[in-house]
């Protein structure tokens, strides 16, 4: 974000469309967000290290010292006489020289935060190179205002005042969006959660496969663009924050395909489902023992079961029966095997009569059992190989093991499934 006299200093945009970066094969969008991380990195090392941010005002360039303030000057002075030498341009100027004085002429003060953030996050950008400090100035004032709903004079429009021009503002037109109260997100205008979805769409409806039904879910506000696809059902969970629960107020609460449940997180995603009847509304984590016969085959089901009832046991929350560890056996192969993450192997069903032998161990402590990131796969047209990170906590501590397990169809079961072999890696 920078300002030189000289004219021929903002090259076209066709020139950094082929900067060296694309020479060697980076696309646009991962020099993008490579420049974005490695700002991050900068300042992040500042705040690891604990070391005084100090900003120079006269170039793009951020250090991190440990000095007097008295040094500060003169290190500073060094630094450009070593970027000046390596062919830096440094009598430059930062638009944030400008966004005080412009907008006490607008009378504007009120916008000073956001806009100075918008400046600050624009350093991420080509925006330096691109327009005249300014113009950046003016496209962030703009930006703020609009994000902030502060009316600013058109008739002259007021950017004419500072010598900008409508197609450079226009061209920092960018989404901001504010998430959780604290987080940020400055996106090109086309960008964002809704426009992915539309695209995701598209692309199955290209190969043949559009689904049925659709149904977003949301907790933030970045997540407010998902419910702009007519196609779609929506649904706000119970704990969304405020800003979403604001956007439904006042553009939602009349759309008859989009809710506020009543409960939060996952069993407000459940309420929806059940509510627009797109399907079974029930999580295989919800079901109580003896669980019913099943009419359809889910090996995910029988997994997150398996572990349900493993922790239930242990917590001493399901009957001391020994229908329990029948119903394991059931669901496990005669001569399936547990390979542990130490590399020991033993059978399943000596597993599960050492598992007879806890029950109520971690009665009344922290204690829980889950599992993520689970995968199924089917590898022939009765198996399947089911991926997972299996997740335990005792007390504060908690540990996982990748999980793989091979399924095999097998109708006379509970669940119509057979688990034949477990192998566990430590994550």
């Not at 987080?183 to 409806?205: H, I, M, N, S, T």
């Not at 229908?323 to 547990?338: A, D, E, F, P, R």
Request: net charge negative; glycine share 6%.
């Amino acid at each position: 974000m920078t300002y030189t006299a000289i004219d021929t200093f903002y090259p076209p945009v066709e020139r950094l469309r082929d900067s060296p970066s694309r020479r060697d094969g980076v696309d646009e969008p991962a020099e993008a967000s490579l420049r974005a991380y490695g700002c991050q990195l900068v300042q992040e090392a500042g705040i690891l290290l604990r070391l005084i941010l100090v900003t120079d005002k006269v170039k793009k360039k951020t250090l991190f010292v440990v000095l007097q303030e008295e040094l500060v000057t003169d290190l500073s002075r060094l630094e450009r006489r070593v970027l000046k030498d390596l062919g830096y341009v440094c009598h430059v100027e930062h638009p944030h020289k400008f966004i005080p004085s412009y907008l006490n002429v607008l009378e504007a003060p009120e916008l000073m935060q956001v806009a100075w953030n918008l400046a600050n996050d624009s350093l991420r950008t080509t925006l330096c190179v691109r327009f005249k400090s300014e113009v950046v100035a003016c496209g962030v004032i703009y930006v703020a205002a609009r994000r902030s709903r502060v009316p600013l004079p058109e008739d002259p429009p007021w950017w004419t005042l500072f010598d900008a021009d409508e197609a450079g503002i226009q061209e920092l037109d960018v989404k901001i969006i504010y998430s959780s109260g604290e987080a940020l997100d400055v996106l090109p205008r086309g960008a964002g959660k809704g426009q992915a979805l539309v695209y995701l769409l598209e692309k199955f409806d290209l190969c043949g496969k559009p689904p049925s039904n659709v149904l977003v879910c949301g907790d933030s506000g970045n997540d407010a663009d998902l419910f702009s696809i007519p196609s779609a059902y929506g649904v706000m969970v119970s704990n969304a924050q405020e800003e979403l629960l604001q956007w439904y107020e006042e553009k939602g609460r009349d759309n008859y395909k989009m809710i506020h449940a009543t409960e939060r997180c996952a069993s407000g995603i459940m309420q929806a489902i059940a509510h627009f009847k797109l399907g079974p509304s029930v999580s295989a984590r919800d079901l109580e023992f003896p669980y019913p016969k099943v009419d359809t085959i889910k090996p995910a089901d029988v997994v997150v079961k398996f572990y349900v009832l493993y922790e239930k046991w242990r917590r001493g929350e399901v009957q001391n029966s020994p229908s329990v560890m029948q119903y394991l056996k059931s669901i496990t192969h005669q001569n399936g095997t547990l390979i542990q993450p130490c590399g020991t192997e033993r059978s399943l069903h000596a597993s599960i009569d050492a598992l007879s032998s806890c029950y109520g161990d971690q009665q009344g402590k922290k204690f829980r059992a889950w599992v993520d990131r689970l995968v199924s796969s089917p590898i022939g047209t009765s198996n399947w190989l089911v991926r997972f990170d299996n997740w335990e906590m005792e007390g504060d501590a908690q540990y996982c093991c990748r999980t793989t397990l091979l399924v095999n169809m097998k109708p006379e079961t509970p669940e119509g499934l057979e688990l034949t072999h477990i192998h566990k890696t430590w994550l």
